[in-house]
Structure formats: C-alpha cells, structure tokens
C-alpha cells in the first residue's frame, strides 16, 4: 500500500477517534487505533509509530491540507477535537475552491478514453456530483490521439513498471519483416509528439519500443527485474524527441531563423538549453546543445526555408542533402 493511502487511513482513523466524546484517547490509544486500522486494510502487522502518529496530529492541526483541526490536550493527557461539530469531512470550500475544482475536472475528462484513465470516470462522476460542477464545454483542449495504436498496452505497462516486472513483448519494427520476441526491464513511459514510448533496458541497454508496434504483451513473474533508476530528466538533458545516445555527448547547434519566425523560437525553445548568439537585421542566431538525431533533423528541417543550420558543418550538409533531394520531388 502506498505511503500516501496509509497516511489518509490514519488521518480519517484519527478524526474519528477525535470525534468521539464518548472515549478517552491517549496518544498510545491513538497509536494502536492507527495501527489497527492498517491492519484491517492491508490484513499484515502493521505498527504505527509514535512519531508518525504526532506528526500526523501536527499536520491536521497545520494549514497543511488545509485541516486547521483544533486538537486539544485535556487532562495532560487526553486528544479530542475542542469543537465537539469539527470533522475534516466538514471542511467547507468557497466559490474560487469550487470554480477550481471543476476546471480540474473539465481538463482531467479529456483523458476519459485513455485505457489508463477509464476507472477515473466514476471518480470524476463522483466529483462533479459532489461539487455541483456546472457542464461545459472544455476551455483547455490538449492536443491527444487517442485512437493510436498501443494505448490499450499503457495499463500494462505502467503496472509493470510500478512492480518490477520482466516483460515478454511481441514486437515488430516498421523496417522489419517478421514479428521478434524481446524479453525487456520496463524502466518509464514518455509521450512525445502525440506518441507513446517504453524505455527499458534488453539486454543490458536501454533501448526505447513504440507501443504502436507492439503487438502482445506478457508478464515474466519469475524473472528478476532489473531497475535502472533511470531519471527521465536527467535521461533526456541533452535530447530533443526519444532517440537517445549512450555514446553521444550534446554538441552545440548554431542556426540562424529569419525574422518573421523568430519571435515563435524564441517564446517557444527548441531545447532547455537555447540561448540568443547574436541578433541580426534579418533575424536571430540561436545555440543549443543537444544530441544530433532523428528528432533534431525533423525540427530543423520543419522550418523550410525560414532556417538555416551555421554549425556543425556535418548537420549542415545532411540538411542540404535533404534539401536537394526533396526538391527533386518536385521537378
């Protein structure tokens, strides 16, 4: 059970005792009612510690959570709330809360046809019955495909990845000509340009798989799992898209846009780490240091006629190779 359900457990424990004027609660009483609760939930020994339990007192009574409890100590020794009508399921919200909440609501419904998201429909039901949400129509629309292929693999692989699992994956490249089997370490998941991406490692390497080209997946209970503890953020510093290079290191990329297009680059980056080299009459000149591939060269290459690759000479010429070959297209 996760850390944050067990501290909800134990809060909602604690309210109730605190609620009842009819018994007297030490802090060890309160302990062994923590302690209790989780026992019935997970159905193991589980021991609260006095600790935990105080700084759960402290976090209710605190703006925290926004519980503001008023926790008092009577008799030296004795918890009970001093306002005997208090509940932390009683916490009234305002207008601005409730106008919030249903914004929230509005964005979260647009995942509602991702197989990952279909048991929060009840949940979202739930929520907008109990705040007397207002429907409308969506005022934030985030860019989604949700008829890709793969998306049914997402619950999979995200449990997987939750516990540890060795995968056995049915696979084929678009390059390939028959299906291959990989055993995997499933280490994250990443969306990128409105496709969906497993990072794992095969064979000792980190390798990524399109979920649109798996075709079946399998768990491997009995194989020992191998995690990475790969962060995402630091995986992907020097990267724009999801090939990523052990080998390669990030190189600065020097490229100077026209002025019409200028202002889009700037007030949306390529990379984290674009910086302004110099600004021309006609335009700006940009560096950014990343990785040279596929995505990169797709980026570059979007931008027409409107940009133009300084350094490094190679991805210079590559470009003008694809430049001249593409316009053969159209002669």
Known sequence: MSSNKNALIRYKTLDKCLSNRFKKYTLDDLIDECSEALFEFEGKEAYVSKRTVQADLQNMRSEKFGYEAPIEVYEKKYYRYSDPEYSIHNISVNENDLKAMNNAIQILKQFKDFSMFAEMNGVLQKLENSIHSVQQKSIIHLDKNDRLKGLEFIDVLYQSILEKKVLDITYKSFSAIDFNQFVVHPQFLKEYNNRWFLFCTKQGKIVNLALDRMEQINVLDEEIYEDKKIDPDNFFSEVIGVTVSERQRGRNIIFFVDKLNAPYVKTKPFHHSQVVVEEKKG?????????????????????GDSLRVIQPESLRQRLIQKFNKALKHYE
């Open 283 to 303: 335009g700006t000149i940009f560096k950014i240091c990343v990785q040279i591939n596929y995505e990169l060269e797709r980026l570059l290459l979007g931008f």
